[in-house]
């Protein structure tokens, strides 16, 4: 290891016993470069980190990857990198010699990063705005879009829904969605828009109709998506990349793994109220607090 800030005893041994079982050389080159790059940003020793480094490290990471200049995937890798070296250094404390303070400080993140991974392929902000634009004059469609990504809904979950489903408790309004184990919290803006679709629509059995009063497809969303990216003049998404944005912006905002689990998994709407009652699992609705973004009313 030639880095600068590396010490003697993690460059001479450390790092040669930790690399020693690598099958080829490029797992190493890989490691290197990510532990000399984590090494440079903050000028120290690798047997130096601390929480508020790798605190940083994260954000720094995150921001790159809102801004396109890094995948979610690449992300993911060197987390679990960092966290291997910092794993077997941590195993290997009295070996080495290393101070009882040194932790693993890249494990609690791991989960965090796996989810950013997974939920990577979502659609860049700016093209739903577009996205959006193109659909306000179609409140059905407006309303469909507006479930997978604020509500994170699936097209199947979507298809399913009746307004027997929706239930306004003094702490807001959930979605008993069929399938799912625990309601669905929907964010004010959604719920908004879904006022403004029901203030219009005819009563059919099912939330969304076709002309015929049928229910939808879920090809018919995927109909719509098309449709409408055309108009927007964006790339083709599927309505799956719409739904994964809502997971993708609850991470951004710093809601956990298990928040984002837990969303993932007219004036007289007729929707049970519940008066004076709360719905006792906060937990749905504080991930959706953390978010700033909000889709407004098509008009």
Same mark, same amino acid.
């Given at each position: 290891?030639?880095?600068?800030?590396?010490? $003697?005893?993690?460059?001479t041994?450390?790092?040669?016993?930790?690399?020693?079982?690598? /099958?080829?050389?490029?797992?190493?080159a890989?490691? /290197?470069?990510?532990?000399?790059?984590?090494?440079?940003?903050?000028?120290?020793?690798?047997?130096?980190i601390?929480?508020?480094?790798?605190? &940083?490290?994260?954000? /720094?990471?995150?921001?790159?990857v809102?801004?396109?200049?890094?995948k979610?995937?690449?992300?993911?890798?060197?987390?679990?990198e960092?966290?291997?070296?910092?794993?077997?250094?941590?195993?290997?404390?009295?070996?080495?010699?290393?101070?009882? $303070?040194?932790? &693993?400080?890249?494990?609690?993140?791991l989960?965090?990063?796996?989810?950013?991974?997974q939920?990577?392929?979502?659609?860049?902000?700016?093209?739903? &705005?577009?996205?959006?634009?193109?659909?306000? &004059?179609?409140?059905?469609?407006?309303?469909?879009?507006?479930?997978?990504?604020?509500?994170?809904?699936?097209s199947?979950?979507?298809?399913?829904?009746? !307004?027997?489903?929706?239930i306004?408790?003094?702490?807001?309004?959930?979605?008993?969605?069929?399938?799912? /184990?625990?309601p669905?919290?929907?964010?004010?803006?959604?719920?908004? =828009? !879904?006022?403004?679709?029901?203030?219009?629509?005819?009563?059919?059995?099912?939330?969304?109709?076709?002309?015929r009063?049928? *229910?939808?497809?879920?090809?018919?969303?995927? *109909? !719509?998506?098309?449709?409408?990216t055309?108009?927007?003049?964006?790339?083709?998404?599927?309505?799956?990349a719409? *739904?994964?944005?809502?997971?993708?912006?609850?991470?951004?905002?710093?809601?956990?793994?298990?928040?984002?689990?837990?969303?993932m998994?007219v $004036?007289? =709407?007729? =929707?049970?109220?519940?008066?004076?009652?709360?719905?006792?699992?906060? !937990?749905?609705?504080?991930?959706?607090?953390?978010?700033? =973004?909000?889709?407004?009313?098509?008009?």
């Amino acid at each position: 290891m030639d880095s600068p800030y590396a010490s $003697t005893l993690f460059s001479t041994k450390i790092w040669p016993d930790f690399t020693a079982h690598f /099958q080829n050389s490029s797992s190493s080159a890989s490691y /290197q470069a990510d532990v000399k790059e984590f090494m440079q940003m903050y000028q120290a020793d690798f047997l130096q980190i601390d929480h508020a480094m790798v605190e &940083d490290y994260y954000k /720094q990471m995150e921001e790159k990857v809102q801004n396109n200049i890094l995948k979610p995937s690449t992300m993911a890798k060197k987390f679990r990198e960092l966290h291997s070296l910092a794993e077997f250094i941590e195993g290997q404390k009295e070996h080495y010699h290393i101070p009882d $303070t040194f932790q &693993d400080y890249f494990y609690p993140y791991l989960k965090a990063v796996a989810k950013v991974a997974q939920y990577a392929k979502s659609i860049p902000i700016e093209d739903i &705005d577009k996205l959006f634009q193109a659909a306000k &004059d179609n409140p059905m469609a407006y309303c469909i879009f507006a479930l997978l990504h604020r509500a994170g809904l699936s097209s199947t979950e979507i298809t399913a829904l009746k !307004l027997e489903n929706f239930i306004a408790y003094d702490n807001g309004v959930f979605a008993s969605v069929p399938g799912r /184990q625990n309601p669905c919290f929907i964010p004010e803006d959604a719920f908004a =828009i !879904l006022e403004t679709y029901l203030a219009k629509r005819q009563e059919h059995e099912y939330l969304f109709s076709n002309s015929r009063g049928n *229910r939808l497809n879920t090809m018919y969303i995927s *109909r !719509l998506m098309k449709k409408y990216t055309e108009l927007a003049g964006v790339p083709n998404y599927s309505a799956e990349a719409l *739904r994964n944005s809502c997971a993708f912006t609850l991470f951004s905002y710093r809601a956990t793994p298990e928040q984002v689990a837990r969303q993932m998994g007219v $004036t007289q =709407i007729q =929707i049970k109220r519940y008066k004076n009652v709360s719905y006792r699992d906060s !937990l749905l609705q504080e991930a959706n607090h953390l978010v700033k =973004i909000k889709v407004d009313l098509p008009g």
